[in-house]
């Protein structure tokens, strides 16, 4: 018997080609989603460093389990948009209970993982299009009670639709925006 011998008694075979079945598309356009960071960390590319955060959503149902990935580039060149990308790291530390801004200090991937990991809010989800591949990413987050939770804001952006009616009835009402 083989490693790679599968479930069903045959062994892999491949182009070296594979992709992992995600259910169908990308979570559609302005979708809020329950959602918890289960990976945060520094990472680089090409020069560009960025803190990394993988979401996993929770609610609504038909996403449960989906990833989404952010870049939150604090160190971005243009002055705007790292400021930007601190206010959104911000928001999301105060909905994982403040501990990053508190501190005062540029997080490590330990202090990341401490501060954020696990810990349940909403994301507003939105996609992307780019040379015949698709994804989403992360325009907006709140904390799950729709209580404010910090002054730090996230950013001037026309007010969105309203959720649609089964993930507003899944998220018993507590959308923000």
């Keep these: 018997m083989s490693f790679f011998d599968l479930s069903d008694n045959t062994s892999v075979s491949t182009d070296g080609k594979f992709e992992v079945d995600t259910g169908g598309a990308t979570i559609p356009n302005d979708t809020t989603c329950l ?24 609610e609504p149902a038909q996403y449960k389990n989906r990833k989404v990935f952010q870049k939150v580039r604090v160190h971005d060149a243009d002055a705007k948009k790292a400021d930007k990308a601190k206010k959104m790291l911000a928001a999301i530390d ?8 508190a ?7 330990m202090t990341l993982t401490k501060a954020l990991i696990n810990k349940p809010m909403l994301i507003k989800v939105m996609e992307w299009e780019m040379n015949d591949r698709k994804g989403n990413w992360v325009s907006a987050v709140a904390p799950r009670s729709g209580k404010a939770s910090a002054p730090a804001q996230v950013a001037k ?21």
């Design 94 to 101: 105060a909905n994982a209970g403040g501990k990053l801004v």
């Design 35 to 58: 959602a918890m960071i289960d990976e945060a960390g520094w990472a680089e590319y090409q020069g560009d460093e960025y803190i990394n955060l993988r979401w996993v959503v929770v």
């Design 103 to 109: 501190a005062g200090e540029e997080p490590t991937d």
């Design 157 to 177: 952006e026309p007010a969105p639709k309203a959720p649609t009616p089964a993930v507003e009835d899944t998220l018993e009402n507590d959308v923000p925006w």
